[in-house]
């Protein structure tokens, strides 16, 4: 049976730095040598790979640079030592639901989510602080950023006072970069081959967040930057111009893979369908029958049609030529489907486009509020599910999400992930297309930012308590629709695993204190549940439990991995627990390699811990493990 400690891999977050030199490995083994600190890349058979175009840092090159960007690359290739501890309490059906609240800081959540979720996620919004001067920008710690975190969110005592980041700092837009830099290079890992990631923001760092993206995500996977009309009425009070617009800026995971899905017409495309000649086939809409060519460069294009109103023949200009040639025309005159203008005596015929025979029209890169909402549309819905109180500023209309999850999303397996979560629109819009179309799986990361003069005490719980009453309203009304509506709520926290931290005055007392790996006060749950992000399992994955020898065990994901985290096996237990977990296991009959997992401290020696794991070897279940 192998000990896990807080050093080990498995009870670790990804290491991207050693998935990265894996990937390396596989492309040109030859990179890859031993140094004396173990696996090392060798730079000299690099630089011969790429015919020497390296640079160091002393050399120029093009790129956006900034104090700290170097520290920030670092900080996201280092693995957390974070956990995310489950609250059934704070859920919505927390047994049937696919979707995520967390609540943490989401540079520590995107690290620990990345073995669960890597190459899964079809969409990414965020509407991350736009650095005006009054926005919060987390000031993440290298050194320690758990304990960081939470000092920063007052769960612990002398904690630091969280301010904004103001222009007077110094660091203004160095600080944002730093901030925003880390978390975007861990969301690329999520995002599926055929995904792709929103970002609202306006010009204050729109240049600067284009530039770190075209360097995370490749500037060929740029796709758009879209204008949002987000005001309805102008600002007179503004000092220069009324800032009537944000921008949705996109990239995709890999742009020649991603396509946005095409869109209903609106209700002023759709007005411009009608049916003067009452055709049995509906409303249309008119287009030129003639292209721009010459009939010296298409002359079988360039004949005369008769128009069966007059009986006259028409030519088309000496600058032009008919779309199509006589054959097609003949059937299209056959089957009504030129015009020739109300009293037919038009001097050239247009083509009929029936609106039943149309595909959905291509997304434009101009979003009008008349479409996806304005900004006081989104004030006013999220007071109306808080009885008239304003509890959050600036969020973001339902609308606009609606509609980038609807150029994204096609199947309810589909999962979205917004670690600026804010009010929660993202959750509430997902939920807000069960009346009519597929909701999606959300995982929703918030920062449990404190509040003043607000009746919520933190930005997390105004989070939660959106997702509880939109759900709620939807669900009354659509009465019919039996879809997802919860959520299953995860907190960050200190790792359950015991982390080796010796006090030199008392050597004694932590070594008895640390002949027990877990901390002292977590539950099965909390133990279970970071279990499924060290091994990368969904954290909705479906749990089965039994009570086997006295002892609770858990299966996860039909076998893939049992637990027992009782904190004491007697000796003359061992066997009957043994026997029942490899009946389950048989019954299970679990497709690949399964993990069993004990408490380390609950054997009462070494000889029962041996026995317990000879016999399930003995049946095939050859990982076995203890905390």
Not at 254 to 267: C, Q, S, V
Not at 382 to 403: E, H, M, N, T, Y
Not at 417 to 425: C, I
Not at 522 to 551: F, M, N, W
């Amino acid at each position: 049976m192998k000990k896990v400690d807080i050093n080990n891999p498995e009870a670790q977050s990804a290491d991207l730095v050693a998935d990265n030199i894996a990937q390396l490995k596989v492309l040109f083994p030859e990179l890859i040598t031993e140094g004396p600190d173990g696996v090392a890349v060798n730079v000299d058979v690099l630089k011969a790979l790429v015919g020497d175009k390296s640079i160091n840092d002393a050399d120029e090159k093009y790129g956006l640079n900034w104090h700290g960007k170097r520290r920030a690359r670092q900080l996201a290739l280092t693995p957390s030592t974070g956990t995310l501890r489950p609250c059934p309490e704070e859920s919505v059906d927390w047994a049937t639901t696919q979707n995520l609240m967390i609540e943490g800081d989401n540079l520590e959540v995107l690290k620990l989510i990345q073995k669960s979720y890597a190459g899964k996620v079809k969409l990414i919004f965020i509407d991350p602080p736009y650095n005006t001067g009054k926005d919060f920008v987390y000031p993440d710690n290298f050194q320690d950023n758990i304990k960081n975190y939470l000092e920063l969110t007052g769960q612990v005592e002398d904690g630091q006072k969280i301010s904004s980041n103001t222009e007077a700092s110094g660091r203004f837009h160095t600080d944002w970069l730093n901030m925003m830099y880390p978390r975007l290079k861990l969301a690329r890992n999520l995002i599926k081959e055929d995904g792709a990631i929103f970002i609202s923001i306006d010009e204050n760092e729109a240049a600067n967040l284009l530039l770190i993206m075209n360097e995370i995500f490749g500037e060929e996977n740029f796709v758009l930057s879209a204008i949002w009309r987000k005001r309805v009425s102008p600002a007179n009070d503004a000092k220069w111009f009324s800032s009537d617009h944000d921008l949705v800026i996109v990239y995709a995971k890999n742009k020649d893979i991603w396509r946005p899905n095409k869109l209903p017409r609106n209700a002023q495309q759709l007005s411009n369908y009608k049916n003067p000649d009452n055709d049995p086939r509906g409303l249309w809409n008119s287009a030129t029958y003639t292209c721009n060519k010459s009939k010296d460069e298409r002359p079988n294009l360039f004949y005369a049609i008769r128009n069966p109103n007059t009986g006259e023949d028409v030519w088309p200009k000496e600058t032009a030529v008919w779309k199509y040639g006589p054959e097609v025309t003949a059937e299209q005159l056959a089957d009504n489907r030129l015009y020739w203008g109300a009293d037919g005596k038009a001097a050239f015929p247009r083509a009929k486009l029936f609106l039943s025979e149309m595909d959905d029209v291509v997304p434009r890169s101009v979003w009008d509020y008349e479409d996806v909402g304005h900004t006081q549309e989104a004030t006013t819905e999220l007071k109306a599910l808080f009885d008239g109180s304003q509890v959050f500023d600036s969020p973001k209309p339902v609308r606009l999400i609606k509609r980038i999850l609807e150029l994204c999303c096609d199947s309810p397996d589909d999962l979205v992930l917004d670690f600026f979560a804010g009010s929660g629109t993202t959750g509430h819009a997902s939920y807000s297309r069960g009346g009519s179309e597929n909701p999606v799986r959300f995982i929703l990361v918030q920062l449990p930012e404190p509040l003043v003069n607000n009746s919520f005490q933190r930005i997390s719980d105004i989070t939660k308590e959106r997702l509880r009453r939109s759900a709620a309203k939807i669900k009354a009304d659509n009465p019919e629709w039996q879809g997802d509506s919860g959520f299953r709520v995860f907190k960050l926290d200190r790792s359950n695993i015991r982390a080796w931290n010796p006090n030199p005055e008392n050597l004694e007392a932590t070594l008895l204190d640390y002949e027990d790996h877990l901390l002292e006060g977590r539950s099965e749950a909390d133990v279970l549940y970071e279990l499924l992000l060290k091994l990368g399992l969904d954290l909705c994955v479906p749990i089965e439990q039994r009570t086997i020898a006295g002892h609770e065990v858990y299966t996860v994901g039909g076998g893939v991995l049992t637990a027992c985290l009782a904190e004491q096996i007697k000796r003359d237990q061992v066997e009957a627990l043994a026997q029942g977990i490899t009946g389950w296991y048989q019954e299970l009959a679990p497709v690949g390699n399964t993990t069993c997992v004990f408490r380390d401290s609950a054997f009462a020696d070494d000889v029962a811990k041996t026995n317990l794991a000879a016999i399930l070897e003995q049946y095939g279940i050859q990982n076995v493990r203890s905390l």
